[in-house]
């Protein structure tokens, strides 16, 4: 099943296209045009995002901020920061935070599907493990 | 050149500064000095000679006296009648010539009517009538009496001790003449340099002894000073009057030492002149100006070659430092330079990215084929935007390029206001990334402003991009006003930032000097700042404190008010 794909730039026009591209390919893709609107969306609850592609350089909240509050409330999605040459140092800033990769910006776009694909494979092998642990967790309850 | 006239005044100004510094105290120690020194000197010369003129005179008053004291002793102890006998009084002159020496030239004894009655002697003088003798006529009412020196009979210099004597009722003079030579030796002898020389006139004026050299000539004179001195208080025995005039017959000028003799019917007189008197003082004068002299000239020569050697240093120092101005200008630019391009590199980007992503959209449209579906009018959107964004990339190129072009520091008149909104474009995405919103409140019919307009430009990006820095993080406003106030326009850039600390805002203009971290400021930018508003004739200045914010304020001369841009040669 494709990743469920929340993009998040201040580039309405990019995001746009962007967001029509992968939905052709199959994706879930939800849009979000600054941090906040972004955590607003993912705290909405009626899609749950597996993947965000972050902006790391925006007007009002920055990336690396946003991306904190992310993590915070949603430790499991994983987030690829997008980047611009100016900023490579914040985006590897934001791996520090917990960023699962970043993109130099413009990427080209079966880069970017095979990121979003590696970021949601890892969140499914956290989710598995979490489950089993879960699934233990249970076996051991019922064995007592 | 008035750059020539600067360095030719600083030359000139230090060549006056050494001369008088160097010059004000050799002059005052020269004069002081020498002023003391010939007071000094003279006080000692004019005690000398003073001491000099009384030690003679009391000395021919004791030897006066001592004669005098001498006959008195022979007439008392001397039978008269045993004198009146020619064997009698040649037995006493040869008593005395042996005793004395040759003191005593004769000896004779005269009756009441002036007849010389006896006599002892070289002349033959035996009988001769004294009667009419002004020193017979004086001893008559004084029992001594010494006479002024005169040729008397025989034609010969000389002078007379007179002796009033009582016996048997009848008076008699006894009288000697006493050497004149012996007695001229004793003044004649005093004589200090040149002119210095000692003589002795009488109350008419009268020589009494001879002069070393001639000096009939003065005699009026010499009248005229005896008389003087007579008739002054000054008079007195025992003192040395001193005087201090021109003397009529050498035409010089002259000092007279008097001091009354012989009860004050004589005049020791020692006269010198000045220059003479005072010649080493004279000389050692005409040494310290000739040492004055020649050490101004000195002082001059070396303060001119010295002044002018500095003057081509600090010429030579300054078109170094002015070099260099220019190259710490140009490199405070490319820093900015590259501080703005790392800012645009981003911008670009964004353009860059849509145009792929459209790029790419129309591909997957013409994979699907442009039948199906609107996609035939999604393509042609996708253009536009694509389009679009070139079109902003090459704004952004254009921009950039616009102000890394070589600084070019041709003065010219241009409008402040325009120069203000292009920074503001130019800095707005840096801002809207730090979330700071600028404001602009520009006046008015401001006066253009004579200045470079790419320096001018890289006083107000530098300007907003500390405004930007220092409101980092978190976001601000950053105000930019301009208005005129007279001849000046003035401009202010004003942040809500950190501030500046107290103990840097005296520093804030001194190159290198920077409290960003290692690699991220040169500390060069308010310094070309500087640089840049103090050439034009402005000032900037700061307004800060800790917390509140940070404004500054730039005064530039208004340029004419046509507004014409010609540059200026």
């Given amino acids: 099943m494709p990743a469920r794909v929340l993009l998040v730039d201040d580039e309405k026009g990019f995001v746009d296209t962007m967001a029509k591209r992968l939905e052709n390919r199959g994706y879930t893709v939800g849009v979000a045009y600054d941090g906040p609107q972004a955590i607003n969306a993912l705290g909405k609850g009626d899609i749950f995002f597996d993947v965000v592609v972050l902006d790391v350089k925006m007007p009002g909240m920055d990336g690396n901020e946003a991306l904190k509050r992310i993590k915070a409330d949603h430790p499991l999605v994983e987030v690829i920061m997008l980047t611009g040459h100016a900023t490579v140092e914040s985006a590897i800033e934001g791996m520090k935070s917990g960023a699962f990769d970043y993109l130099m910006k413009p990427c080209d776009l079966e880069s970017l599907m095979a990121k979003i694909g590696e970021a949601q494979d890892k969140k499914e092998a956290h989710e598995n493990k979490i489950l089993e642990a879960r699934a233990r967790h249970i076996v051991l309850r019922r064995g007592e | ?569």
């Avoid at chain 2, 020496?101 to 007849?115: A, H, P, R, S, Y």
């Fill in chain 2, 1 to 569: 050149m008035s750059d020539v006239h600067y360095y030719q005044g600083l030359a000139k100004s230090m060549m006056f500064t050494i001369i008088l510094v160097s010059f004000a105290p050799l002059f005052v120690v020269v004069l002081i000095a020498g002023y003391q020194y010939s007071v000094a000197y003279e006080e000692k010369v004019e005690a000398h000679l003073r001491e000099l003129v009384l030690k003679h005179d009391q000395t021919i008053d004791a030897y006066l006296d001592e004669k005098m004291a001498e006959i008195r002793v022979l007439a008392e102890i001397i039978d008269l009648g045993h004198l009146a006998s020619p064997a009698g009084i040649e037995a006493l002159h040869d008593a005395l010539t042996v005793g004395h020496g040759t003191d005593f030239v004769d000896l004779g004894l005269i009756d009441e009517n002036g007849i010389q009655v006896a006599y002892s002697g070289p002349f033959r003088l035996q009988g001769l009538d004294y009667s009419r003798e002004a020193w017979f006529k004086a001893v008559r009412k004084n029992t001594v009496h010494v006479s002024d020196v005169g040729l008397g009979m025989r034609g010969v210099p000389h002078f007379i001790i007179a002796l009033r004597m009582r016996a048997d009722g009848r008076e008699w003079v006894l009288r000697t003449t006493l050497d004149f030579i012996a007695f001229n030796r004793l003044v004649e002898d005093i004589r200090i340099g040149e002119t210095g020389m000692a003589y002795i006139i009488n109350r008419e004026g009268d020589f009494q002894t001879t002069p070393r050299r001639d000096m009939t000539a003065e005699v009026p004179f010499l009248r005229e000073l005896a008389r003087s001195l007579t008739e002054g208080a000054d008079r007195v025995h025992g003192r040395a009057a001193m005087a201090v005039m021109d003397n009529p017959a050498t035409h010089r000028e002259t000092i007279f030492v008097t001091s009354p003799i012989k009860g004050g019917d004589w005049l020791m007189v020692y006269q010198q002149d000045t220059a003479d008197a005072f010649a080493t003082l004279n000389r050692s004068r005409d040494l310290a100006i000739g040492i004055l002299f020649l050490g101004g000239l000195a002082i001059t020569v070396m303060a001119y070659l010295m002044s002018r050697r500095m003057a081509r240093k600090v010429a030579r120092a300054d078109a170094a430092k002015e070099i260099l101005n220019e190259q710490v200008i140009e490199a405070g630019k490319l820093a900015s330079v590259g501080e703005l391009a790392a800012g645009i590199a981003h911008e670009i980007n964004n353009p860059v990215a849509i145009m792929v992503e459209e790029a790419g959209w129309i591909q997957d449209l013409l994979e699907e084929g442009l039948s199906s579906g609107d996609n035939e009018r999604e393509v042609q959107r996708a253009l536009n935007q694509i389009r679009t964004q070139g079109a902003r990339c090459k704004e952004i190129t254009h921009k950039l390029l616009s102000f890394a072009r070589k600084i070019d520091p041709t003065v010219m008149s241009f409008d402040l206001n325009d120069l203000v909104r292009e920074i503001v474009e130019l800095s707005g995405q840096r801002a809207k990334y730090a979330n700071v919103v600028i404001e602009t409140s520009l006046g008015d019919n401001i006066a253009p402003i004579e200045a470079s307009p790419s320096e001018m430009q890289q006083v107000f990006l530098n300007l907003v991009n500390n405004a930007i820095d220092a409101m980092d993080p978190g976001g601000g406003d950053l105000d930019i006003s301009t208005r005129q106030e007279g001849g000046t326009v003035v401009a202010q850039v004003s942040d809500t930032g950190s501030g500046i600390p107290e103990a840097n805002l005296s520093r804030i203009f001194d190159p290198f000097f920077t409290t960003k971290p290692v690699g991220k400021g040169t500390g060069l930018g308010l310094s070309i700042i500087y640089g840049i508003i103090n050439k034009l004739g402005g000032t900037i200045s700061v307004d800060s404190a800790v917390g509140r914010g940070t404004t500054f304020t730039i005064s530039l001369p208004a340029g004419r008010a046509d507004g014409t841009g010609t540059p200026e040669a």
